[in-house]
């Protein structure tokens, strides 16, 4: 049984960091590729950043370029999203997300089959 469980969120202000988790269970970790999602109220869910199995390959959104990281530890199978620089506008529920496949995937919610119940992130100003 597949499962991810995200972690780290809070509240912070403009300028400030938080780092995310991600722990999965029920599958290889090693061998497959995951996401990072979020959804502020009101609007779709958009994807954030993608890895590769390993992390030898990342992806970002444009929004985020420069001032998020992800990164993955296979031996506590877990996925990371480091957030500097955060900015009043990353405030959303952030979603960790994988298909299962080794594939990197372009980042959109329909292309995942699987979700974290997601942390609340709060930027204030």
């Known amino acids: 049984q597949v499962q991810l469980v995200e972690s780290g969120g809070g509240s912070v202000e403009a300028g400030g960091s938080l780092r995310l988790s991600c722990t999965a269970s029920?599958?290889?970790?090693?061998?497959?590729?995951m996401a990072w999602f979020r959804q502020a109220p009101g609007k779709e869910r958009e994807g954030v950043s993608v890895?590769?199995?390993?992390?030898?390959?990342?992806y970002y959104a444009d929004f985020v370029k420069g001032r998020f990281t992800i990164s993955l530890d296979n031996a506590k199978n877990t996925l990371y999203l480091q957030m500097n620089s955060l900015k009043p506008e990353d405030t959303a529920m952030y979603y960790c997300?994988?298909?299962?496949?080794?594939?990197?995937?372009?980042?959109?919610?329909?292309?995942?089959?699987?979700w974290g119940q997601g942390t609340q992130v709060t930027v204030s100003s």
């Open positions: 997300a994988t298909s299962l496949g080794r594939r990197v995937l372009p980042l959109r919610a329909s292309y995942y089959n699987y």
């Open positions: 029920g599958y290889s970790f090693s061998s497959i590729s």
């Open positions: 890895i590769s199995p390993g992390g030898s390959s990342t």
